[in-house]
C-alpha cells in the first residue's frame, strides 16, 4: 500500500478507524492512551490541531488545571511517545490494511491524518529490467570494495546500526560522512550527551541532556547509542518524582527504550549497563548488579559503564564491590573529569568507616574533575565530621546551605538508598554537624 494526499473521507468514517485503533491490543487495555488519541483526533478535525499543546491534553484529558499545582508536562510527553509506539504496532500488525492512518509527528501533538491505497507493480519490459540489473550490479561491485568493512562494523545482517560507543575513527567518520550524515550526527550527539551525564541531580541538567539524545534517535532509530543514554537519563530522572502514575510512566519508557538498544546491540557495553541500570530503577537489584557486572566483563576500559555499575554498587550497599573496582588509581592517565565513580569509590570509603581515607578520595575525585553536587559536597562535610574536624563540618555546612539552598538532598537519597540504615548514617553524621533538612 502507499500513501496519498488524496481528500480524506468524511468525518464519520475517520472516527470509524479511531474506534478501531482504540480497540487494538495496542491501547484497548489502557483508558489514558485512548483518551488521548480520541482527544487529539477530534480537536484536529474541529481545525484546532493547532491549539494542542502539553497544558491543554493535562487539562482536558488528565483534568490537571494549572490551579492544581502540577506540572503534568513530563506525564504528557511520555505517554505522547507511548502512543506513537502503539500506532506503529498497529500499523505493522492488525492495522496494515487500514485505508486511513492517524501519526503524530515527534514534537506536536495535532494528528496527521494519511489514506492509504493500493498500488500494483509498474510494468517494465524485459530490455529495461535488464538495463536496471546490470547497472546495479556495476555499482554494486563497485562500490562492495569501498564498504565492507564499514558494513560489517555499522550494518550487520540486521541491517541495525551497531557502532562504537566511543566515538568514531578518522576512517569511520569519512565513511559515514559519505553515506549516512544523519547517523554520523547522531554519533556525535550521543557521544558527546554521555559525558555530559554527570553531575545529575540537577533537574535542569538532566533535561537538556536527555534532549540531546532524544535528537539522536530522532536522526537515527537504529543506532543504539541513543537508546541507551536516553534509557540512563530517564532513570535517573525517575529519583526525582514521588511514586505515582508519572514515575511508573517514566520507568516504563526508559526500560523500553534499554530493551530497544538491547535488540540493536546485545553485545555492546553501554546497551548491558543502560539495562542493568534500569533493572535497578525497577528495584531488580540481583539482575542489575549481574547485567552491569556483563558490561564492565565486556569492556573494562569504559568508565562511562563503571559510573553506572558504581551507582548501582553504592545505592544498592555493595561497597566492598565499590572499592574493588572504582579506585580511580586504577586509571592513572585517564581522563576521569565528570566520572562520578571517583565520588562513589569515596562514598564506599565512608561507608565502611574509613572516613580519613573517604576525605583523601574526595579531594582526590574534586582535584581528577570529579562532579561535584549536593550529594558529594554532603559526604564531605560527613567525612569531617566523623574524623573529629567537627569545626571544619560545621563551616562546609553553612557553605552548602548558601550554594543548595533547596537541594531536597535527603528526599532523593532516601528514594536511592535501597537499605534505609544507608542513607541514615550519613544524615546522622550530617544532623551531627547542625544538619537541618528543608525538605518539605
Known amino acids: ?109 495535532a494528528v496527521r491524518f494519511e489514506t492509504q491505497f493500493d498500488t500494483p507493480p509498474a510494468r517494465t519490459g524485459p530490455r529495461r529490467n535488464l538495463l ?10 563497485v562500490a562492495g570494495g569501498l564498504v565492507y568493512v564499514f558494513l560489517q562494523t555499522f550494518y550487520p545482517q540486521s541491517g541495525r546500526i551497531v557502532g562504537p560507543a566511543k566515538g568514531l575513527n578518522k576512517t569511520q567518520r569519512e565513511v559515514l560522512l559519505n553515506r549516512s550524515p544523519a547517523t554520523l550526527e547522531a554519533v556525535d550527539l550521543a557521544t558527546q550527551a554521555r559525558s555530559l551525564i554527570f ?10 541532556t536527555r534532549g540531546m539524545f532524544e535528537r539522536a534517535v530522532e536522526l537515527s532509530p537504529n543506532y543504539y547509542g541513543g537508546h541507551a543514554g536516553l534509557a540512563q537519563i530517564v532513570g535517573l530522572q525517575t529519583f526525582l518524582l514521588p511514586p505515582g502514575e ?105 561507608h565502611l568507616g574509613e572516613y580519613d581515607a573517604a576525605l583523601a578520595a574526595l579531594n582526590e575525585a574534586a582535584s581528577l574533575g570529579g562532579p561535584t553536587s549536593p550529594i558529594s559536597y554532603a559526604y564531605l562535610i560527613a567525612a569531617h565530621q566523623r574524623s573529629g574536624e567537627e569545626s571544619t563540618a560545621r563551616k562546609l555546612l553553612g557553605d552548602f ?20 540504615e544507608d542513607a541514615d548514617t550519613l544524615f546522622d553524621a550530617l544532623k551531627a554537624a547542625g544538619w537541618k533538612s528543608s525538605d518539605q
Open 199 to 208: 553531575p545529575a541531580s540537577n533537574p535542569a541538567r538532566l533535561t537538556a
Open 246 to 350: 508519572e514515575r511508573d510512566a517514566l520507568i516504563e519508557l526508559g526500560y523500553w527504550h534499554a530493551k530497544v538498544a538491547l535488540d540493536l546491540s546485545p553485545a555492546s557495553p553501554w546497551t548491558q549497563s543502560a539495562l542493568g541500570w534500569m533493572e535497578f530503577v525497577r528495584g531488580n537489584i540481583d539482575e542489575a548488579r549481574s547485567i552491569s557486572g556483563h558490561a564492565i566483563e565486556i569492556d573494562p576500559d569504559d568508565l562511562s559503564v563503571l559510573n553506572f555499575d558504581s551507582l548501582i554498587g553504592i545505592f544498592s550497599g555493595d561497597f566492598n564491590h565499590v572499592v574493588q573496582t572504582a579506585n580511580p588509581a586504577n586509571f592513572e592517565g585517564q581522563d576521569l573529569r565528570r566520572h562520578v565513580f571517583t565520588v562513589s569509590y569515596a562514598v564506599a570509603k565512608f
Open 401 to 420: 546551605v548558601t550554594s543548595w539552598p533547596n537541594s531536597r538532598l535527603e528526599t532523593l537519597l532516601r528514594r536511592l538508598y535501597v537499605h534505609p
Open 132 to 141: 536496471i540489473a546490470a547497472t546495479a550490479f556495476l555499482v554494486l561491485l
Open 1 to 109: 500500500m502507499e500513501s496519498t494526499k488524496a481528500p480524506l473521507p468524511d468525518k464519520e468514517i475517520l472516527l470509524g478507524f479511531l474506534e478501531k485503533v482504540c480497540n487494538g491490543q495496542e491501547i484497548s487495555g489502557s483508558p489514558r492512551l485512548q483518551d488521548f488519541l480520541t482527544y487529539v483526533v477530534t480537536e484536529t478535525l474541529e481545525g484546532r490541531g493547532g491549539q494542542i499543546f502539553g497544558k491543554t491534553i493535562a487539562e482536558d484529558v488528565y483534568k490537571r488545571p494549572p490551579s492544581s499545582g502540577i506540572d503534568s508536562s513530563n506525564l504528557v510527553r511520555v505517554d505522547a511517545g507511548r502512543l506513537r509506539r502503539a500506532l506503529e504496532s498497529y500499523y505493522n500488525g492488525d492495522g496494515a490494511k487500514d485505508a486511513v492512518r492517524f501519526h503524530i509527528d515527534s514534537g506536536q501533538y
